[in-house]
């Protein structure tokens, strides 16, 4: 093999797996890995809670795709060849064993992420990777030999054959690759929480359902699945799975919308209406607030009936049909005006990057520009929560690392 040299710029999960996939196959390659903060790894540190959420055991491919908003069709063939399963085999020899939690997720056994920043910087590190962190590329220029100049933040250049860009979050004037002829779907944030300014709501921050379904009214967003209430608004899964798929109407909407909340998913309003009547016989001379209808948590279902209208005082007996009415209403579509968001605790994924239709993914080479290549969150590929991300940045960055020594 020839001994190119090889420039990736990113020091995140993809550029790493990158870098670590181009020097073991090609130990000629010379193989710098720049990264433009002080801090490599920081989205693996805090993922899953500072345990990491290294991917989802989910091993078919089609299916696995239709876990990401944006990206998942063209995934398909790239996943068949690194997905799920070369994934858990490439950190377990190297001596890192996974778990697979009741939900898909998996994570090391250690249940920390510095298991996982550890083996990637030995492997980088045995590989003989060359990384520098605080330099940025500020802009990239084809060289005559068919490679790149860099200027850095620095004001220094560097010279390289082939070229990865592994980083997000760039605006497109700010781009280094938009200047060579590529074009940037702009980044807006997905898997963030919903602000809700309710009193009642915040009130019951700390609790949280197994299953309720989400929707955004005029829209196709609908998601179930668990809830979480939070002291400013809702979080939990059916809320980031909501602003994953959600990410460009939700940002287009400035964050500022209806949010009906179907709290008992499992039950139509017609069965809901004939509890409340068997109630009515049964339990007629109870308090409607003491003696929960539903099953939801006392707190969540007086606060409901509460919504709905009904007193302290009603009884199950007495209890008119149009209260009976409103409290199904309350039940099955909640709504909340949403105000705002925040991030999912520390984490930040964002939708956008450049198109795939710019990528060829055999191999994650521009289409437009010869030796140019393309991983991770520079991709427009995401995924709802739940490892996705990072199975996207392990399977693009190892497919870019093998393809720019093979060449």
């Given at each position: 093999m020839n001994s190119p040299r090889i420039i990736i710029a990113g020091g995140g999960a993809a550029g790493f797996f990158a870098s670590i996939s181009a020097a073991e196959l090609n130990p000629r390659a010379q193989v710098l890995l720049l990264e433009k903060t002080p801090h490599l790894l920081s989205k693996v540190r805090i993922s899953g809670g500072g345990r990491c959420n290294v991917t989802h055991a989910c091993f078919d491919p089609r299916e696995l795709s239709t876990r990401?908003?944006?990206g998942g069709r063209a995934l398909i063939g790239p996943l068949t060849r690194f997905g799920p399963t070369?994934?858990?085999n490439w950190f377990q020899s190297r001596g890192v064993k996974l778990k697979t939690e009741s939900d898909g997720r998996m994570f090391p056994t250690t249940d920390s992420s510095q298991t996982i920043i550890d083996c990637l910087t030995q492997a980088s590190q045995k590989a003989k990777v060359r990384i520098l962190t605080e330099h940025g590329v500020q802009s990239l220029q084809r060289s005559p030999e068919g490679g790149f100049t860099l200027r850095l933040t620095s004001g220094s250049t560097m010279e390289s054959d082939r070229f990865l860009w592994a980083a997000g979050g760039c605006r497109p004037e700010s781009h280094p690759c938009t200047a060579l002829g590529h074009t940037l779907s702009p980044p807006v944030p997905s898997l963030f929480t919903f602000h809700i300014d309710q009193p009642w709501l915040n009130e019951l921050a700390g609790l949280s359902l197994d299953s309720v379904e989400v929707s955004v009214p005029k829209?196709?967003?609908r998601e179930s699945g668990p809830l979480l209430i939070t002291h400013s608004g809702l979080s939990g899964p059916a809320i980031l799975r909501l602003s994953a798929w959600g990410a460009r109407p939700l940002h287009s909407l400035n964050y500022n919308f209806p949010l009906l909340i179907n709290w008992l998913p499992h039950s139509s309003p017609d069965e809901i209406l004939r509890e409340i009547q068997d109630r009515r016989e049964t339990i007629g001379a109870q308090m409607v607030l003491k003696s929960k209808g539903a099953n939801l948590p006392s707190r969540l279902?007086?606060?409901l009936a509460l919504l709905a209208g009904i007193t302290p005082e009603d009884r199950w007996s007495k209890l008119s049909r149009e209260s009976a009415n409103r409290l199904v209403q309350v039940l099955t579509a909640t709504k909340l005006q949403?105000?705002?968001k925040s991030m999912n605790k520390e984490e930040f994924v964002t939708c956008g990057g450049i198109p795939l239709k710019e990528i060829e993914t055999k191999t994650m080479q521009s289409r437009v520009v010869p030796n140019l290549y393309f991983a991770g969150e520079a991709l427009d590929i995401d995924g709802i929560t739940g490892g996705y991300n990072f199975q996207s940045a392990w399977?693009?960055?190892w497919i870019?690392?093998?393809?720019?020594v093979a060449t």
């Open positions: 990401y908003p944006r070369e994934t858990v829209t196709d967003l279902w007086e606060k949403i105000t705002g399977t693009t960055g870019a690392g093998q393809s720019m």
